[in-house]
């Protein structure tokens, strides 16, 4: 890698899979060659260094009460292209303002769901035909200066679908548009506070050009960060993708004892979409952000709370 790093044609021999192991006293790579690392289309790993302080030249750093060096390398192996684009993503996040990272985070994710990888997922999982929805998707109700909001589609998980997600787009704008309204709580009906985008519409788009205007038009990222300083959401279940991206936006998170945190898009071969490369990346950081995207596992409400994923663990209604 110390050679490849140096060599003027780097780009055309660097091929996905492709991932730079670093540790604390360089003896995986040459110090004179880390630099050269940022620049590289790969994912670096590095293990032994301390979580709190990880290296600028690192894209993820191993921690094994999460997962190991293996679970992140078979994560990369996996889907190489949708991981080295999320390594590549991040390194750039902590410099963006909120509208470029959800333009940069989009452009990414509509570029990927174009790629193979993505569509070798696609052609592995049918789309299920379901019948019409009797109950809305989302329940809104105001009482004084407080507007409670419930996702409503327990028998899914709450997955964020097109009919959820214009029925939030709606609740959220109440809430900004009205000053008066002083504190915004969500909540998720069912055992799920919510499973993340719903698979069934995965895929389901026009062109993928096309399907990164519309993402960033009907924005709930935008919509969430919005009215942050007056959001509290309650999180329970297992709650993944967007079931975590979109609540990180919030100025407070509380979760129920036994929630857990995942996120299960590079799996897919796609990276988090729903805004998560900002939200989370401001709550935990960068490489925290990497490693629970390339871990292939939860993390648990400890976890998430001494991370700062989650400012609270506490009952939940």
Not at 220 to 236: G, N, P, T
Request: aromatic share 4%; with cysteine; hydrophobic share 45%.
């Amino acid at each position: 890698m110390t050679s490849l790093a140096r060599s003027p044609r780097v780009h055309e021999e660097l091929r996905p899979p492709s991932v730079a192991g670093v540790s604390p006293d360089g003896s995986s790579i040459g110090d004179d060659a880390l630099g050269g690392l940022a620049s590289l289309p790969c994912v670096v790993v590095g293990d032994g260094y301390d979580q709190r302080t990880p290296p600028a030249h690192v894209d993820v750093v191993v921690d094994r009460a999460v997962a190991g060096l293996d679970d992140i390398l078979a994560t990369v192996e996996a889907n190489p292209i949708a991981a080295t684009t999320l390594a590549l993503l991040l390194r750039g996040s902590t410099g963006r303002s909120l509208a470029e990272g959800l333009v940069a985070e989009s452009a990414a994710y509509s570029v990927l769901q174009a790629g193979r990888e993505f569509q070798r997922w696609r052609d592995a999982n049918t789309a299920k035909q379901r019948t019409a929805e009797l109950e809305p998707p989302v329940l809104a109700e105001r009482g004084g200066n407080v507007l409670r909001v419930a996702l409503n589609r327990p028998h899914v998980r709450n997955a964020l679908n097109r009919a959820m997600r214009d029925a939030l787009l709606d609740a959220l704008a109440l809430a900004a548009a009205d000053g008066t309204i002083t504190r915004v709580e969500l909540r998720g009906n069912g055992p799920v506070f919510s499973s993340g985008g719903d698979l069934d519409e995965f895929g389901t788009f026009d062109d993928p050009a096309s399907a990164h205007l519309v993402r960033l038009a009907a924005s709930l990222a935008r919509s969430y960060a919005a009215v942050a300083d007056r959001l509290v959401v309650s999180l329970h279940g297992a709650c993944a993708g967007s079931g975590i991206e979109l609540p990180a936006f919030a100025h407070r998170v509380v979760a129920a004892p036994g929630t857990t945190f995942a996120l299960p898009e590079v799996g897919l071969g796609l990276i988090p979409g729903a805004g998560g490369t900002v939200s989370l990346t401001r709550r935990v950081g960068r490489h925290r952000m990497a490693l629970l995207a390339l871990a292939g596992t939860a993390v648990d409400a400890a976890t998430a709370l001494a991370w700062g994923l989650v400012d609270e663990i506490g009952q939940v209604d």
